[in-house]
């Protein structure tokens, strides 16, 4: 099974994040993490790519820099990442970022499209669902377990009430949660092979895209506006000395709840 | 301006986020409606009752709706020129909502706040863990697609009358819809409803396991509150997806949120940082969670909350 994961590489999330004052857009740094929700969906390509002697490879659209994002995904034992890197991108919308995913993917050939179900930065969450539109393949959104087999696809979506059990003959595309599976952490072996596993860079052009389309000329909207939400007054910090409860006890009296 | 919604019918009612996202539309113009699931008679009056004029129905069969959802969305707003449609952020919004994107080919803008019809439509949204509130404008053709938050807008019944049902086939979208709901789940759920609840006692990692939950809802059973959890403790399985506050689940503003074990993340804060009081217990004193409450108590929870339960039994 030809399997394809969208990754993405964020800045260090336990690092403040920064808005360029010029662009309003997230800055950047050279090093980059894997977005800590992405390891899910690697580790879901690696079991069914065992599983069924297939292959998975990295997709991602973003600034390149060190790649030490992407040198994690392919650590923990993708076969191989094709990365979209072009200054023409900086500032594409949700949507121009999934048409040049789901270009990426189909240049590359591939059975099952796995991603998470949002990014931890950007977090709009329709990018998994705008490529599957895209490729014109079943979206199984939001699994909290995936079982594949003779070429048809089974998950468990979350749902309001609960889960439903949803299946599809390949080609699909999946959205996993982070309660999917235990991903690995990668070896010392593993880390030593990534930084030797091929990382192909491509441009909008090479997918077929011009320079309007994409990036800040083709994004179909435009900041006008940023400003900080101002912060809660901070309450009252204490040490339990062991009657703590009694403080919480006054303030849900004064509360009036009890 | 041709405002309209998207509504999931669940367990016979309209969605919560489209009742919230009629209030608001019916305020802009003559607010339709396209509703999918069994087209049952509530649901039908919920969505008149919060403004609907016009409800097109698509019934749903045993696959997966999204794809064929989005190509008859897309096919209605081709033939009665719509300038908004509205989405709530449940996962089948965002399903039907982003395939629709793709299929019309026009953007979208999430975790909206608050939408104003300008021209041009614009939307603010809360980004960076609600710390940053951003207003952008569409500039391409219409309609602007925009997923809106769960509380964003408050659901208001008004002096509506039956509104015009309109049936709407289920179009063959061939192999996009080819997903089969092979079997349903509905996992029980006790006590009250959490985005409703004057109370939410939420608890995350801190908690320790599975087997001390049992302080939570202890302490929740007292003040016939709500129970909350955090993505991390719903993703090692002790609760299920339903509990989740934050980010990726519900958002919550009860008169009283307490906080037991819950670092703060920033995925966690975007959904309980509106509630009235805040009251956090955590051993770390550096947990981000204490920079929103408005007691924080840094102690060990199984120590705090058991004799917080014990003094409320007394009462």
């Not at chain 1, 992405?38 to 390509?45: A, K, M, P």
């Not at chain 1, 060190?66 to 994690?72: E, M, N, T, V």
């Not at chain 1, 441009?203 to 900041?223: C, H, K, M, N, Y």
């Amino acid at each position: 099974m030809r399997i394809a994961v969208c990754v993405k590489q964020i800045p260090d999330p336990a690092t403040p994040y920064e808005l360029s004052p010029d662009t309003h857009r997230v800055v950047r740094p050279n090093d980059q993490v894997l977005d800590d929700t992405d390891r899910f969906g690697v580790e879901v390509g690696l079991q069914l790519a065992d599983a069924s002697e297939g292959s998975v490879t990295l997709v991602s659209m973003s600034p390149s820099g060190s790649l030490q994002g992407i040198r994690q995904a392919l650590a923990m034992g993708a076969d191989k990442a094709v990365i979209v890197d072009d200054a023409s991108l900086a500032g594409s919308d949700a949507l121009t970022t999934s048409r040049i995913l789901a270009a990426t993917i189909e240049r590359e050939g591939f059975d099952l499209v796995i991603a998470g179900t949002e990014s931890t930065d950007g977090y709009t969450g329709v990018v998994p669902q705008q490529i599957a539109e895209i490729l014109d393949v079943p979206s199984l959104t939001f699994a909290r377990k995936v079982e594949a087999a003779d070429g048809v696809v089974r998950i468990e979506q979350q749902t309001a009430g609960g889960y439903d059990v949803v299946e599809a003959p390949l080609p699909a595309l999946l959205s996993v949660t982070s309660g999917v599976v235990e991903p690995r952490y990668p070896t010392f072996k593993g880390i030593m092979q990534a930084k030797k596993k091929p990382i192909d860079t491509l441009t909008a052009e090479d997918l077929g895209f011009s320079s309007d389309q994409v990036g800040e000329a083709g994004a179909g909207q435009t900041i006008t506006s940023v400003s900080s939400i101002p912060a809660r007054e901070a309450g009252e910090i204490v040490e339990d000395d062991g009657e703590g409860y009694l403080r919480i006890v006054a303030l849900l009296e004064q509360a009036k709840v009890i | 301006m041709t405002t309209w919604v998207f509504s999931e019918e669940i367990e016979g009612h309209a969605s919560a986020s489209a009742l919230e996202l009629l209030s608001k539309a019916r305020t802009i113009g003559e607010a339709t409606v396209f509703h999918i699931g069994s087209g049952s008679e509530v649901a039908i009056a919920e969505l008149g009752a919060h403004g609907a004029a016009r409800v097109f129905h698509m019934p749903t069969d045993a696959h997966l709706p999204s794809a064929a959802a989005a190509a008859a969305l897309a096919t209605l707003v081709g033939e009665h020129g719509v300038d908004l449609i509205l989405f709530g952020m449940n996962n089948t919004d965002r399903d039907v909502g982003g395939r629709l994107s793709a299929r019309l080919g026009r953007p979208v803008l999430g975790n909206a706040v608050d939408v104003s019809t300008g021209p041009p439509v614009s939307v603010t949204s809360e980004i960076l863990g609600g710390t940053e509130a951003v207003v952008s404008d569409f500039t391409g053709d219409t309609p602007a697609i925009v997923f809106v938050r769960s509380k964003a807008f408050a659901a208001e019944p008004t002096e509506g009358g039956s509104p015009e049902v309109v049936a709407v086939a289920m179009p063959d979208v061939g192999r996009s819809g080819a997903a089969v709901v092979v079997e349903t789940h509905v996992e029980a759920s006790e006590g009250p409803d959490l985005e409703a609840a004057a109370v939410v006692v939420a608890g995350g990692r801190g908690v320790g396991g599975e087997e001390k939950w049992s302080e939570i809802e202890d302490l929740a059973a007292q003040l016939d509150a709500a129970i909350g959890a955090t993505r991390a403790v719903v993703d090692a399985g002790w609760v299920p997806a339903r509990l989740q506050v934050g980010q990726t689940g519900k958002t919550v503003k009860p008169g009283v949120y307490i906080a037991a074990g819950v670092s703060g993340a920033m995925q966690h804060l975007v959904g309980m940082k509106d509630s009235g009081t805040i009251i956090a217990v955590n051993k770390d004193v550096e947990a981000p969670i204490f920079a929103v409450a408005d007691l924080g108590i840094v102690g060990d929870l199984h120590s705090v909350l058991p004799k917080l339960t014990a003094a409320l039994e007394d009462k």
